[in-house]
């Protein structure tokens, strides 16, 4: 998903060091993150999951089902991030369908990765779904042309 275009009158910035970190797992979260430059690092423990880099997104997960943070963000680089609240992440998916599509295509990705990555070294993988008795809330609340696009 191209953060420069979706992302580009965001609020706030975060400049990061390398070695920053950005959220830690187990964290609650409330807001997720696009890369403008720069690479984030996102870890389970000591092994590097997936780095994202420019205009990749990062914390979709804990923005859609409020669940703890399931990895650590960190920045592997000098990494320049902007910040989209859940307020916002709402009015983005509400007025642009097409961002609601990227952050779904930006989750099928990893998870096709990981698959991938489980495959290649023979371990284990499981995908959790996400609870859809919270979709009403979205219908409700957003419209049904907006839970149509989801």
Partial sequence: MSVRGVFVNAKEKRELAAGDVVFSEGDAG????????????????????TTIGPDGTFGELSIIDQSPRSLTAVAAEPTTIVVIDKRTFLFLVHETPTFAFSVMQSLADRIRHMIAVSQR?????????LDLDRFKFVNDTLGHATGDVL
């Fill in 121 to 129: 070294s023979r371990s284990g993988f499981a995908v959790a779904l």
């Fill in 30 to 49: 409330s807001e997720m993150f696009g890369v403008v430059e720069g690479a984030i690092e996102l870890r389970h423990g000591d092994t590097v999951v």
